[in-house]
């Protein structure tokens, strides 16, 4: 279970607040109007940004002030962060090994993950010769490699064309349930909200509300809500 504890996040003259939890295994939207805070609110949860007030805890333990890299979690943001220069599986390894050397057990791993997202054999290759959307599934595997309890995404797909971001999106909700991941996922489209998130978290006004159900919410949306969806 994620628990945002009386959290208050201040930057400069913008502050949001959030003090509600998430259940394990859950897959929440976050929706709200640009520059509402969705962006800062996982970069808190993500410990790249510390809280003013209040706590980050997960299963119980606080992790407010726990380094990014030792948090129980795995981040996709919209730039897929693979390295130019490291073949597709040495930036998979990063995920599981700072070492570019790849014993043969990681490589199998490696492989396999691979496989999973549909890229079996493009190990070698740099993400340069990849699509855009091959590089999502990349960007997809470190994280299925990693297999950490909590992923954040934020708007990871969004640079790609409708049918893609579908499949992309249907591929991540496959693996969080294969893996009992509980996902939190900005979005700027409620189809894509409604397609892999159950619940969601409304950000506006100040405040990150706690989890709702995602058709309710849309179905009656508050008037924050209402004025960003338009018409
Ligand atoms: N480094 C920073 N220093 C000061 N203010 C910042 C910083 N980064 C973001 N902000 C402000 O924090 C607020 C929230 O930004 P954030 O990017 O989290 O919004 P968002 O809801 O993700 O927006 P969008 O949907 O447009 O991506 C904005 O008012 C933004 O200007």
Redesign the pocket.
């Known amino acids: 279970m994620l628990t945002l504890d009386r959290l208050r996040i201040t930057?400069?003259d913008?502050a949001l607040e959030a003090d509600f939890s998430i259940a394990p295994g859950a897959r929440v939207a976050v929706l709200?109007?640009?520059?509402?805070?969705?962006?800062?609110?996982l970069t808190t949860i993500a410990g790249f940004l510390a809280p003013s007030a209040g706590r980050v805890l997960w299963a119980g333990t606080d992790i407010t002030g726990t380094a990014p890299g030792m948090r129980p979690l795995s981040i996709l943001f919209q730039d897929q962060n693979l390295f130019p220069h490291l073949t597709v599986s040495q930036n998979i390894g990063l995920g599981i090994s700072p070492r570019p050397r790849l014993s043969t057990g990681d490589s199998r791993r490696i492989e396999a993950a691979l496989e999973r997202v549909g890229l079996a054999g493009l190990g070698a290759r740099k993400p340069v010769a990849l699509s855009g959307g091959e590089q999502g599934r990349v960007a997809l595997a470190r994280c299925l490699l990693r297999a950490k309890p909590l992923l954040l995404l934020d708007e990871p797909f969004a640079a790609l064309g409708p049918a893609l971001k579908a499949e992309m999106l249907a591929l991540v909700a496959e693996i969080a349930r294969e893996q009992g991941t509980t996902v939190l996922m900005?979005s700027?489209d409620p189809t894509d909200a409604t397609a892999l998130c159950p619940e969601t978290v409304l950000?506006a006004e100040g405040t990150a509300y706690p989890p709702r159900p995602t058709a309710a919410l849309l179905a009656n949306p508050p008037p924050a809500l209402a004025a960003y969806l338009g018409p």
């Open positions: 930057q400069d913008f709200g109007p640009s520059g509402a805070g969705k962006s800062t609110l900005v700027h950000v």
